[in-house]
Nanobody, 118 residues
Framework: QVQLVDSGGGLVQAGGSLRLSCAAS????????MAWFRQAPGKEREFVAH???????YYAASVKGRFTIDRDNAKNTVYLQMNSLKPEDTAVYYC????????????WGQGTQVTVSS
């Protein structure tokens, strides 16, 4: 069983940067996919980015070119570097691990709030 703890959220001005971290209690070396999702108030949860065990990455169109996902297997941690932040990036960000099917993941973090002011 793997437990995920999200951190790194906060309040930042538009155009600023934040780096989110997702620390796993166990090894993520064999986890097939690690991902970040977000949910804004009154909206459904949406996919942000994922990174496969091979290192292959994929991004939502809304964040491509601004966000970077990375994983450090030695530290059992996944990161989301967010640059050029916009007010519409405001949401609770969740880390997820081990893709089961579709967008169903086995492990979820508790979420970390990101607020971007204009």
């Amino acid at each position: 069983q793997v437990q995920l703890v999200d951190s790194g959220g906060g309040l930042v001005q538009a155009g600023g940067s934040l780096r989110l971290s997702c620390a796993a209690s166990g090894s993520i070396f064999s986890v097939n996919v690690m991902a970040w999702f977000r949910q804004a108030p009154g909206k459904e949860r949406e996919f942000v980015a994922h990174i496969r065990r091979t290192g292959l990455t994929y991004y939502a169109a809304s964040v491509k070119g601004r966000f970077t996902i990375d994983r450090d297997n030695a530290k059992n941690t996944v990161y989301l570097q967010m640059n050029s932040l916009k007010p519409e990036d405001t949401a609770v960000y969740y880390c997820a691990g081990e893709l089961l099917s579709g967008s169903e993941y086995k492990y979820w973090g508790q979420g970390t709030q990101v607020t971007v002011s204009s």
